[in-house]
């Protein structure tokens, strides 16, 4: 998982692109960077570990000139986390130069650097998919030039041969200097991607292209709709606006975790509103609850902040239980989902919340969270309760048991990893201390997210086995599970 923009204004765009990256710092706190072109196709680039508000300085803004720019913020699924050679963005100086960024995951690595190699002789130098993403794009815009200008189309024809040779999913927006910004989404639209526009004091258009729609409320663009599966969008120099459909059989199955965990609540992903999914989560999820337990025995409902909060809000309305708040959250520490090692995880959880004693002591408590992946930081959170004087503790999750990898973007790579893995539900409690543990059902997370949209499927790979591109083997997932185990 990461974010990602892509601008072109009239003006310079560092500053927008830099705001923009701090509505995103949600999706990555590992590392981030900016690149921006000038119209006489000089690239400046700047990147660090760390936060957008760590890792850029004044210096590297006033060095960051130009109307066209993109920027990434990084949570590492491939590659290694602490490597500042792999952040985002890559770069190649043929041809014209191309400046990448990539959220997503390509699942035939393999494959490609065998390729890039032996076929087209393109080196690689670090382990990030990403890198191999610009290298094929690089590869086959040179294959794709006739006559001396680049034109729309000829960008089209090397993004439908990415199609044909890229695995996995990938929305990326590409910098082509001298020329304009490009951005594209894999045939199945795994991961988001929106377009918006706004008209300057001159009647210009500018334009922005990103993961989630709140940039484009923030910076007061338009919303022109969202990248389409297998779509690209090529922006030139002079804001005119190009689009072609590159896929063979392209068709919409957005990841569903982006709607249970990933996205911010007020953003709005392929025409579903991010808050209105966890509110039907909540409704869907409060029925369950009063199937598997007593619920006449528990006299609070508390959310895990912050993303489970609106479901907590609907399973507490439903359930006509008390709604309380009953852990303090600590703003300045990242999400510990996202945070690389499981020791660093489960220092950070009781840095990140603190249980108020009022709120437990001598209750039987009901915590809804948004889901339980590795459990490390479930137990730790009941543990918390119990210190707090707890009488009982059933937790609650909005998404279904994580019972299988997750290849397209998120860090579960390993079953082994994943407390519900070989588990049975009452097993699961054992294992993190609950005295009850209730899951959404797969088909009501669905129906939950779908309900009033225009989607008829999901990628529900790490709660249902099914990998929606269909070249995800088993061969391919125990290689993945043997790399990060080695």
């Known amino acids: 998982m990461c974010g990602i923009v892509g601008m072109v204004g009239r003006e310079s765009v560092n500053q927008e692109i830099y705001d923009s990256l701090l ?67 890559f770069y190649v100086n043929a041809p014209y130069g191309i400046v990448l960024v990539h959220n997503g995951n390509l699942t035939n690595t393999r494959e490609l650097t065998e390729e890039l190699f032996h076929k087209d002789r393109r080196h690689l130098n670090t382990s990030s998919d990403t890198e191999l993403l610009v290298n094929v794009l690089a590869n086959e815009l040179q294959s794709s030039i006739s006559g001396l200008e680049l ?36 045939p199945f639209g795994i991961r988001p991607l929106i377009l918006g526009t706004r008209k300057n004091d001159d009647g210009h258009y500018e334009w922005v292209v990103t993961s989630e729609s709140l940039v484009l409320e923030n910076g007061e663009f338009e919303v022109v709709r969202d990248v389409d599966p297998g779509e690209a969008v090529f922006i030139d120099l002079e804001g005119n606006l190009h689009t072609k459909q590159c896929a063979a059989d392209p068709k919409l ?24 999914a966890r509110l039907r989560m909540g409704d869907r999820l409060a029925d369950t609850i009063a199937r598997y337990t007593p619920t006449d025995a528990i006299d609070v409902v508390m959310p895990i902040p912050d993303s489970s909060r609106p479901a907590a809000m609907q399973v507490a309305r439903k359930l006509g239980v008390e709604y309380r708040e009953g852990f303090y959250k600590n703003r300045y520490v990242g999400r510990t989902f996202i945070m690389p090692g499981h020791a660093v995880r489960k220092k950070s959880v009781r840095q990140k919340l603190n249980a108020m004693s009022s709120e437990f002591k001598g209750k039987n408590v009901l915590l809804i969270d948004d889901s339980i992946v590795r459990g490390t930081t479930s137990k730790e959170i009941i543990q918390m309760a119990r210190d707090a004087g707890a009488k009982s503790v059933t937790f609650a999750s909005a998404a279904p048991p994580v019972r299988y990898p997750h290849v397209y973007g998120i860090n579960m790579p390993s079953r082994h990893e994943l407390v519900a893995h070989g588990r049975t539900i009452p097993e699961i409690a054992e294992e993190l201390g609950a005295d009850f543990v209730v899951y959404q059902e797969v088909e009501d997370l669905k129906a939950a997210i779908l309900e009033g949209s225009d989607v008829d499927d999901l990628d529900m790979s790490c709660f249902d086995g099914r990998y929606v591109t269909g070249t995800v083997t088993d061969e391919y997932l125990a290689w993945v599970e043997g790399s990060q185990e080695s």
């Open 253 to 276: 199955v957005p990841c569903s975790f982006e709607y249970v965990y990933l996205a911010r609540p007020d953003s709005v992903m392929n025409g579903i509103a991010v808050y209105e």
């Open 151 to 186: 034109d729309p189309e000829q960008v089209f024809q090397a993004v439908t041969r990415v199609h044909e040779r890229v695995e996995g999913s990938y929305a990326t927006i590409a910098l082509i200097a001298g020329y304009g910004l490009l951005a594209f989404r894999d």
């Open 23 to 89: 509505l995103l710092q949600h999706r990555g706190q590992d590392s981030t960077g900016i690149a921006t072109a000038e119209r006489n196709g000089v690239v400046h680039m700047a990147k660090a570990k760390g936060q957008v508000r760590e890792a850029f300085r004044t210096r590297d803004m006033r060095a960051l000139l130009g109307n066209l720019g993109l920027g990434h913020v990084r949570y590492a699924t491939k590659g290694t986390a602490s490597n500042e050679e792999e952040a985002q963005p």
